[in-house]
């Protein structure tokens, strides 16, 4: 019989790291953030009708992640020590855009991408699962980048592929992927222990 040889390519890689002391952060951070959250608005270019979100501004006079303040520079001390895990050579990032989003009463996120503007766009994303259930809330969704290109061609089955990627999250996680990369967050359910997430975009200044 002869043998059959096969060959993956061309994967996209998603690192998973946990961010240090997130149980202060949250203690921290959370009971801010939910506060805040009945004065935050929903971006006019958004398909989800009720998620709160920090994304386009916090509400004035109570700014937590503006730049230079005492938080983000907290959470930019605990995100380096986790950039320091995943690179595997010297680098020089910038982080460019931070901002909360908060999930308690079914809200979801529709598809989309954080490329941003084209002439500069981001290299990396982040989710940093400040609080996070895995009984009561929803994990992201990723989508293959070619999932398009599939439906001009056939897949055997035993390639088992898939369209849709949904990573096992816990409390205290941190995702970073490339930020050309679709993703959403499905649906959930009314919820007292809300879903909060910390996203930001990174651009690579130097890596070698």
């Known amino acids: 019989m002869t043998q059959v040889l096969e060959s993956k390519l061309f994967s996209v890689t998603i690192f998973k790291t946990q961010v240090p002391d997130n149980d202060y952060l949250k203690s921290e951070l959370v009971p801010k953030i939910t506060h805040n959250s009945q004065y935050l608005e929903i971006p006019e ?49 910038m ?7 908060f999930y308690s009463n079914g809200e979801y996120q529709e598809e989309h991408d954080h490329l941003g ?58 995702l970073m992927f490339p930020s050309y990369l679709k993703h959403r967050v499905p649906a959930g359910k009314p919820t007292e222990y809300p879903r909060i997430t910390i996203s930001f975009n990174i ?6």
């Open 117 to 174: 503007d084209a002439f500069s766009p981001s290299h990396f994303s982040c989710i940093h699962f400040l609080s996070f259930d895995p009984e009561q809330h929803k994990f992201p969704q990723f989508r293959d980048p070619i999932s398009q290109l599939r439906v001009l061609s056939l897949e055997l089955d035993r390639n088992n592929c898939g369209e849709i990627y949904e990573p096992n999250i816990k409390e205290g996680d941190l």
């Open 95 to 101: 982080i460019d855009e931070i901002w909360y989003n």
């Open 45 to 93: 270019d958004w398909t989800t009708d009720r998620v709160k979100t920090s994304y386009l501004k916090e509400p004035e006079g109570l700014e937590l992640l503006n730049n230079g303040s005492e938080y983000q520079s907290l959470l930019f001390e605990k995100y380096n020590i986790c950039f320091s895990n995943i690179f595997d050579r010297q680098y020089e990032m």
């Open 203 to 208: 651009k690579m200044l130097k890596y070698d």
